[in-house]
């Protein structure tokens, strides 16, 4: 959205960097200048879904059919062969599962946790989307499909669950907290449309209540978890979740801090970013290929307008909204 020029780079340092060691790469929480990185973090593989989504975002935004060839599909396969192989037939389920791995919840290791099953089913019907449109990798992309159609989801009738056998009597931490839900959303947005929208949001809420709605929370946790309610439509608790980063400002109220809890650690490039995101996704969403205005406004929210928000394709979209209406939705090609 900002510096696409800049997002194109980091998206191809993954890429220049993986012969330096050794052909293979592995994104994790933090990467280093060095290529190294910070240990537990390195467990958390529902990354590989969030660093998929930076290739692909910027495809998304630009079209660059280049960047697509040389950067994005080699990513794409490289993360969808990791999660195929990963995958395992589960005769108690009938279907694959996922074995012990850590969660977005630091302290949580559990089989099939949510986020990891979310993580990988977006990144495989995305290189299964991508190595149809390149045509390649007939066999492998056959695999791919195979297991997305057949992954588990762990779930009960009313709610998603946070991992395989989960009795939601788990307690809430206020820094680590039921974090797995956020993924019903961001950035595996396109699954949206293919989940239970109804359970989706009575997850998103429950988990919002466990976790004390978000009191002691990391501010871009909070975000995230707005990113992924409004996707199904709840701006309020969107902007609810959202205002949790005002926890977060240092003593002086100039720079956001990692969370209440680490006012130390501020300036803090994850949650400001993450706290921008919301109010875009407030007004401008993709769903199902369409550019869709004003998908989750809050209710208070009754005078909106907003000039130039990047969308798919290149698009810049404006729009007014007065008295609580839409008035106004303009939709431009950016070139």
């Known amino acids: 959205?900002?510096?696409?020029?800049?997002?194109?780079?980091?998206?191809?340092?993954?890429?220049?960097?993986?012969?330096?060691?050794?052909?293979?790469?592995?994104?994790?929480?933090?990467?280093?200048?060095?290529?190294?990185?910070?240990?537990?973090?390195?467990?958390?593989?529902?990354?590989?879904?969030?660093?998929?989504?930076?290739?692909?975002?910027?495809?998304v935004m630009t079209g660059d059919e280049e960047f697509l060839r040389e950067s994005l599909y080699p990513v794409a396969r490289g993360v969808a062969?990791?999660?195929?192989?990963?995958?395992?037939?589960?005769?108690?389920?009938?279907a694959y599962t996922f074995p012990r791995l850590?969660?977005?919840s630091e302290d949580l290791v559990e089989e099939s946790i949510l986020d990891v099953v979310l993580s990988a089913r977006w990144s495989l019907e995305t290189a299964v989307h991508y190595a149809e449109r390149?045509?390649?990798?007939?066999?492998?992309?056959?695999?791919?499909?195979?297991?997305?159609?057949?992954?588990?989801?762990?779930?009960?009738?009313?709610?998603?669950?946070?991992?395989?056998?989960?009795?939601?009597?788990?307690e809430y931490g206020s820094y680590q907290g039921i974090r797995a839900p956020v993924y019903l959303g961001y950035p595996t947005s396109e699954l949206a449309s293919r989940l239970d929208a109804g359970k989706a949001r009575r997850t998103l809420e429950h988990a919002w209540e466990r976790n004390n709605h978000g009191?002691?929370?990391?501010?871009?946790?909070?975000?995230?978890?707005?990113?992924?309610?409004?996707?199904?439509?709840?701006?309020?608790?969107?902007?609810?979740?959202?205002?949790?980063?005002?926890?977060?400002?240092?003593?002086?109220?100039?720079?956001?801090?990692?969370?209440?809890?680490?006012?130390?650690?501020?300036?803090?490039?994850?949650?400001?970013?993450?706290?921008?995101?919301?109010?875009?996704?407030?007004?401008?969403?993709?769903q199902e290929g369409q550019v869709v205005p004003f998908p989750a406004v809050p209710e208070a929210w009754q005078e909106v307008a907003f000039h130039g928000i990047p969308a798919a394709g290149g698009r810049r979209v404006s729009g007014v909204m007065a008295n609580g209406a839409v008035e106004q939705v303009k939709i431009e090609e950016h070139r």
């Open 81 to 94: 062969g990791f999660w195929s192989d990963l995958a395992v037939w589960n005769p108690s389920v009938e």
């Open 1 to 59: 959205h900002f510096k696409p020029a800049a997002l194109r780079e980091n998206a191809e340092l993954y890429i220049e960097e993986s012969p330096r060691r050794g052909g293979a790469f592995s994104f994790a929480h933090e990467v280093r200048t060095d290529g190294t990185t910070n240990g537990v973090n390195d467990e958390q593989r529902h990354l590989n879904g969030f660093a998929l989504a930076l290739f692909h975002q910027y495809y």
């Open 215 to 286: 009191k002691g929370m990391l501010g871009f946790i909070a975000s995230w978890y707005a990113l992924a309610a409004q996707r199904y439509g709840l701006g309020d608790l969107a902007l609810e979740m959202a205002g949790r980063n005002f926890d977060c400002y240092e003593h002086s109220g100039t720079a956001l801090c990692e969370g209440p809890n680490n006012l130390d650690r501020y300036y803090v490039l994850t949650t400001t970013a993450a706290y921008l995101l919301v109010p875009l996704h407030m007004l401008v969403q993709e």
């Open 102 to 104: 850590r969660s977005v």
């Open 134 to 170: 390149v045509d390649a990798d007939e066999d492998a992309r056959h695999r791919w499909a195979k297991v997305t159609r057949e992954l588990h989801i762990p779930q009960n009738d009313r709610h998603y669950l946070e991992f395989l056998g989960d009795r939601e009597d788990r």
